[in-house]
């Protein structure tokens, strides 16, 4: 339960440089997930809170004519931030720009992704054995946009490197209005626990809004981490693969102080029917290709799941599709799992 204090900082909206955000839970951009068809079944549940899209390569925007998909934006879906990531501060004010152009509130530059393919070629969380390019890159994009920019980062880039306060305050001081800290090292990846402690000793040191990520899996976690942190905010990452309720779920307890009741099996496969047929919609083949993971992450938590995983690993066609997931939720009505209260039941998962 959030302290007084806290419920009533909470209650008030988060402003980054300009732009005001109704809601103090934010969808963490995610490669390979949020695309506009994601984010659409997240704001379904969570209207008021910041989607982000797929981080976009800045290199990549400069030599091609045509923008690529990932930039997409519905004009009914803001507020919305397009993630930008790359080491050179000339092609990332020129990306930022054609952000803007395409209806982003806010630019994101990514500091944090750990994987090898962005951290060698010097963007991601390499940035952060590099504060001195970061801190250039940020004043660039302040420069180059009219919108507020922020950064995503980590606490450091291994446990002997962790810079996490020295380097939030460069970001702060070359015109980030807002950085948001996983608390984990590149090193960690995503293992082990997300060391909150480092996004509570960022927040003391800046005066601009800290979103805590990292370990954000329900709300009873977002709550700690808030109480915790003192963070302006948190942002939901990995708890929402197969689980696009999470955000309003947070956002409604932080709003009224009360639980929503959490989707039975049987509504979370309905919902992965509408995933699917919107991917196929949007994407078409590829939609199809791209869905066989989202739905083996919606098959969990019910008997038969495991099997049930199988069939959507290895999806063809929307019909196919449609046609599994309609027989999965017949058997799972049949069987009262319709309620969700039958979760708490040992099950195969």
Not at 56 to 80: C, F, S, W
Not at 295 to 308: D, I, S
Not at 322 to 331: E, N
């Amino acid at each position: 339960m959030l302290s007084p204090e806290l419920q009533a900082r909470l209650a008030t909206p988060l402003q980054i440089g300009a732009v005001e955000l109704q809601s103090r839970v934010l969808q963490s951009p995610l490669s390979g997930v949020t695309d506009l068809v994601f984010r659409r079944l997240v704001r379904r549940y969570a209207p008021h809170s910041m989607m982000y899209t797929e981080m976009v390569n800045a290199t990549g925007l400069h030599y091609v004519k045509q923008l690529p998909k990932l930039m997409e934006i519905d004009p009914n879906e803001r507020p919305i931030s397009i993630q930008l990531f790359d080491c050179r501060p000339d092609f990332l004010a020129e990306a930022a720009q054609k952000a803007v152009d395409e209806g982003a509130d806010t630019v994101d530059i990514n500091m944090g992704c750990p994987v090898n393919k962005i951290t060698k070629n010097g963007g991601g969380s390499s940035l952060l054995r590099q504060p001195e390019l970061a801190a250039q890159i940020v004043c660039s994009v302040v420069q180059a946009v009219q919108v507020p920019v922020t950064v995503k980062t980590r606490i450091g880039w291994c446990d002997s490197d962790i810079n996490a306060v020295e380097f939030a305050r460069r970001m702060e001081d070359a015109g980030a209005k807002m950085l948001t800290l996983h608390g984990r090292t590149r090193a960690q990846g995503y293992n082990g626990a997300a060391r909150w402690e480092w996004i509570a000793q960022v927040k003391q040191a800046l005066s601009i809004p800290v979103i805590g990520n990292g370990d954000i899996f329900s709300v009873e976690a977002a709550i700690a981490c808030l109480e915790q942190t003192g963070a302006d905010g948190v942002m939901c990452a990995r708890g929402t693969l197969g689980y696009p309720f999470l955000v309003g779920e947070i956002d409604h307890y932080l709003r009224t102080g009360e639980h929503l009741p959490q989707p039975s099996p049987v509504e979370r496969l309905q919902v992965a029917r509408d995933h699917l047929i919107m991917l196929w919609d949007y994407k078409g083949d590829r939609g199809i290709r791209q869905a066989r993971k989202h739905m083996t992450w919606y098959a969990k938590g019910f008997p038969n799941a495991a099997e049930l995983r199988k069939q959507l690993a290895v999806l063809e066609s929307v019909t196919q599709g449609v046609a599994i997931l309609d027989g999965a939720i017949a058997q799972l009505e049949q069987l009262g799992w319709a309620d969700a209260e039958l979760e708490s039941a040992l099950v195969e998962v």
